[in-house]
């Protein structure tokens, strides 16, 4: 195999990334490379700052396993605190020199002679034998697709691109979109807004968000006790876990005591008959991001507040115009249509075996790979929080970390065998997405209601349809029968004489 500039080149500095380079450090791997293409760490949790931006995983279990905080200042901790916790873990493993600001993979190609990647940036070009993409599902927004966006003569931005030199304090407001941003924005918007509009296609299931302020007491304990701080960290894990069943079983029990609390929380906070009736859903709980917050629906009782469930037909100079043909005028417009997943590489070119390009491969399979990880196809080319690992129960940093743990015996044996390439059967990854799918039959992600889990073909190539558990337990011992593997040739020591270390290190591993 010819040299490279790195053996490791990693995309994205979110939790996948960072962890990514902290245990390839951990276990002696300093040739590597990070590519980011903002100018800080952090991921989703530098890009989302809008008010009320918070994670809705409690933020004890949204960490790295090996770097729990006894620091949260709350259950569920807001974006500035999770974008410093990631900071400040960036700099404790060392991994600020190894990154690149400013630089963005613009494509990636494979050398099957020589067994390496060469990924552009656009003004610099890298070689690895290894790519990890750690990119993330939600990293490029999505606007809605209606007539006349850029018609409206007022302001506009995104809520993954929030404007906070702009005040909101007295204007005329439209909010389109209703989901988990959303959710978040809209009550804080609604405070000093002269009137709100908010569009909505369809309603989200709310249930009240169990949030609180750590104790001092408590940080202590976590501090100086961290058999506490595990032992709370297991109770969450777990306690999550048992909430699998509402979304596996779409006439399970526990979902309808979820629509049934959502229902009586929406009779609780809003008088109106009409806005309680617009804002009920009338599709299974789970079958959408089941959303949490203490303040949405009290928000959306204000009497300045106005909720449309008419069709948006276009954005028009001065605001926005429904399908029934009413034109609400508005000073400003925000955007909270959340991200395009189903674009998972950001419209970056990855080309592999044959000249086969990763995003065709995937419009054309359904988005299809083997443990969320690897790509028939792609030799050495790998990605986390990758197709069908996302949740929509717990935490999905565990998942991250599982597969972080499945690449790391990946490369170290790799290294052991002196392998050039491995490439994942064909056969493998066919069998993999036919037992996923088969499993989300009868779950709430397939009982009919429009999802961004679902690809236009309807099929669910986001969601892990199983406990979390269990994808631990397939990541935490890496299969190399499941790949085509191609070695090194390798000098022997005791002679001249040249031969390959297939057989005979594959034995000994």
Known sequence: MSKTDYKVIIVGTGFAGLGMGIKLKEAGYDDFLILERASEVGGTWRDNH????????????????????????????????????????????????HIQFNAAMKSARYDEANGIWTVDTGETTYTAQIVVSAV???????????????????????????????????????????????????????????????????????????DWEISGLSKKLYRHMPFVRQANRAMIYWTQEVMLPLFLHSDSKLGSFGEALSKAYIRKSIRDPETRAKVTPDYKIGCKRLLLSNNYFQALDKDHVNVVTDGIAEVTAKGIKTNSGEEVNVDAIIYGTGFKVSEPMMGIDVVGRGGRNLNEVWQKNGFESYLGTSMSGFPNFYT?????????????????????????????????????????QESVQNDFNREIQAKMDGTVWTSGCNSWYLADTGKNFTIWPDYTFRFWRRTR?????????????????????????????????
């Open 136 to 210: 993330g599902p939600l990293s490029n927004a999505a606007y809605p697709n209606v007539k006349g966006l850029n018609k409206f003569k007022g302001k506009t931005f995104h809520s993954a691109d929030w404007d906070h030199d702009y005040d909101l304090k007295g204007k005329k407001v439209a909010v389109i979109g209703t989901g988990a941003s959303a959710i978040q924005f809209v009550p804080e918007v609604a405070k000093v807004a002269g009137e709100m509009t908010l569009f909505q296609r369809t309603p989200p299931w709310v249930i009240p968000k169990p």
């Open 384 to 424: 986390l929080a990758g197709t069908n690992t996302g949740i929509g129960h717990t935490s999905l940093v565990f998942m991250i970390e599982a597969q972080i743990t499945y690449l790391m015996q990946l490369i170290q044996k790799m290294d052991h065998l002196q392998v050039k390439s491995i490439d994942l």
């Open 50 to 97: 809008y008010p009320g931006c918070a994670c809705d995983v409690p933020s004890h279990l949204y960490s790295f396993s090996f770097e729990q905080n006894p620091d949260w200042s709350r259950r569920y901790a807001s974006w500035s605190e999770i974008g410093q916790y990631l900071r400040d873990t960036t700099q404790k493993y060392g991994l600020y020199p």
């Open 477 to 509: 011992e890496f299969d190399l029968a499941c790949y085509d593997v191609e070695y090194c040739d390798a000098e022997v020591e005791s002679g001249t004489q040249k031969e390959t270390v297939a057989q005979a290190s594959l034995a000994s591993a």
